[in-house]
């Protein structure tokens, strides 16, 4: 079983920059689809970006997309997600997800992720 960990939250101000990291443990991400997803409070968990395990396909959510972009390093066993030109309907919480069975067309489901982190804090202020 793959363990995922979200690091590089925090509270920035609107337009500004950050990167969070998902590093994973326990296998390895090559074998594995990955993705972004976002909580707000009283929302529900929304998708943001995916990345197959091939890294030649990525997925993004219209409100991120030019705005973020998603990348992995197999050998760091670690997957990214660079976020600029935030804004405050950005804060959330962000999840890593992932999936060892191949997704094809089903990135923006959350149902098709099996592993996930435990999610680290965005907060964007106006």
């Known amino acids: 079983q793959v363990q995922l960990v979200e690091s590089g939250g925090g509270l920035v101000q609107a337009g500004g920059s950050l990167r969070l990291s998902c590093a994973a443990s326990g296998r390895t991400i090559s074998s594995y689809d990955m993705g972004w997803f976002r909580q707000a409070p009283g929302k529900e968990r929304e998708f943001v970006a995916a990345?197959?395990?091939?890294?030649?396909?990525?997925y993004y959510a219209d409100s991120v997309k030019g705005r973020f972009t998603i990348s992995r390093d197999n050998a760091k066993n670690t997957v990214y997600l660079h976020m600029d030109s935030l804004k405050p309907d950005d804060t959330a919480v962000y999840y890593c997800?992932?999936?060892?069975?191949?997704?094809?067309?089903?990135?923006?489901?959350?149902?098709?992720?099996?592993?996930w982190g435990q999610g680290t804090q965005v907060t964007v202020s106006p």
């Open positions: 990345i197959s395990r091939s890294d030649v396909i990525t």
């Open positions: 997800g992932a999936s060892r069975t191949y997704i094809y067309s089903d990135y923006t489901r959350k149902f098709s992720y099996d592993y």
